[in-house]
């Protein structure tokens, strides 16, 4: 089954408003014509409005990186779903290992997210990834088969289709290390099985599983030729023109 590559930048909580304008546009001269790869561009939320000006009449697609899972109320701080299709976003990146680990976002909460973005028009990219530690102690596939069951709880067959999954190893998160290939492709074809299990394996083909956690322009390659690996979701490098669109360069270029 061909998945057609989905590159993501997360900016986390980087780039002010006329530099998140500036990256976007350097971002997009450069891609204009790639047509065989998905672009998500994810800034701070309230930097989403001035980029989709600079990205809607192109290819690129806008992302938040988080969302509260209720339409409007007295949720002091919080962005809904219904602001953030307002501000032209189309994905929404839940359960980021950040969320998880500084904001206690737990995967029931998380569960309510997904949830709430796929029965409001909003395309979530779901982060599940271990730690060093769980790795270490032979826990990697029950954490993330924990996270992933937990996580896309009630969540129908056709709504599955909807998913991005992103596989972020925390321990390779901003850290410099990167899961190698192999490592990488079996936790990728794990995560598959367990959505084949739970919502038939037709669709679990069907589903994008990005890896993240330093993807460069020097490692990207060999990664994104994994069978399993179907994009990448890139903190780091996506904050510079130049390194993020050899990255969108590779994956363009990819069979
Ligand atoms: P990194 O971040 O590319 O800087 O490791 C990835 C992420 O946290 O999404």
Known sequence: MHRKCLIAGNWKMNNGLSESVSLVESINKRIADMRDVDVVVC??????SDVYKCIKQSLTMLGAQN??????????GEISYTMLRDC???????G???????FGETNEFINRKVLAALSNNLL???C???????????????????????CLDNISAAQSEKLTIAYEPI???????????????????????VLGDLFGHKIADSIRILYGGSMKSSNAGELLKQPDIDGGLIGGASLQATEFCKIIEIANGLE
Request: hydrophobic share 35%; net charge negative; no cysteine.
């Open 124 to 126: 979530p990219i779901l």
């Open 171 to 193: 321990w390779a998160i901003g850290t410099g290390k990167t899961a190698t290939p192999e490592v990488a492709q079996e936790v990728h074809a794990h995560i598959r099985q």
């Open 88 to 94: 032209g976003v189309s994905y929404v990146i839940l």
């Open 128 to 150: 599940v990834g271990e730690t060093e530690s769980e790795r270490e102690s032979g826990e990697t596939f029950k954490v993330i088969d924990e996270e992933i069951r937990e």
């Open 43 to 48: 800034p701070p939320f309230v930097s989403l």
């Open 67 to 76: 969302m509260y899972p209720e339409a409007k109320g007295a949720f002091t």
């Open 96 to 102: 980021h290992s950040e969320r998880r680990q500084l």
